[in-house]
T-cell receptor, first 109, second 118 residues
């Protein structure tokens, strides 16, 4: 029962352009959402989060948008850089953290 | 501040054996949780400990067990290993100072233990 879904396994973007990663969830009781970035042979690194009482949170080049009515979460990276190439996981917090299956982002120089 | 430390980084075991993985959380973090990562499956929640008590458990068989010590360090044990247990096992710690998880308390992950069962 996958409560958090990332339907795009991979995404390729040109350097300097916007990367948009999407995430859907099923449980309306989730109150906290996060994005993690993972490089090979390393653990996931916390990137940015948003509380369910907000619809947008920005941190430098990274912005997370939350649409509660659609149960949809997105991460925007502007401008994209080659060092952003990694696997991105979205997560939602309920009685535990639920993770999506990840989207592999490739930023082409 | 030191991050989450997991040992060992790599393990090769034979089917039927058992294995113990170790995790030291960030200083001051009292919650430790464990995840299994396999290709295409994302991060699957195993269990979470807080103050030496298991708070939540994922949908894994009883061969998977864990514990937390008074210094918040945690161990995870897998008995009677199967080929399908080959995975990256990730430990994460967080600030969870009460019975309810406070919003704004992200998980901080270690680099994982890569377990290969042959």
């Amino acid at each position: 029962d996958q409560q958090v879904k990332q339907n795009s396994p991979s995404l390729s973007v040109q350097e300097g352009r916007i990367s948009i990663l999407n995430c859907d969830y099923t449980n309306s009781m989730f109150d906290y959402f996060l994005w993690y970035k993972k490089y090979p042979a390393e653990g996931p690194t916390f990137l940015i989060s948003i509380s369910s009482i907000k619809d947008k949170n920005e941190d430098g080049r990274f912005t997370v948008f939350l649409n509660k009515s659609a149960k949809h979460l997105s991460l925007h990276i502007v401008p994209s850089q080659p060092g952003d190439s990694a696997v991105y996981f979205c997560a939602a917090s309920g009685n535990q953290f639920y993770f999506g299956t990840g989207t592999s982002l490739t930023v082409i120089p | 501040k030191a991050g989450v430390t997991q040992t060992p980084r790599y393990l090769i075991k034979t089917r039927g054996q058992q294995v113990t993985l170790s995790c030291s959380p960030i200083s001051g973090h009292r919650s430790v949780s464990w995840y299994q990562q396999t290709p295409g499956q994302g991060l699957q929640f195993l269990f979470e400990y807080f103050s030496e008590t298991q708070r939540n458990k994922g949908n894994f068989p009883g061969r998977f067990s864990g514990r937390q010590f008074s210094n918040s360090r945690s161990e995870m044990n897998v008995s009677t290993l199967e080929l399908g247990d080959s995975a990256l096992y990730l430990c994460a710690s967080s600030l969870w100072t009460g019975p309810l998880r406070p919003s704004g308390s992200p998980l901080h992950f270690g680099n994982g233990t890569r377990l290969t069962v042959t």
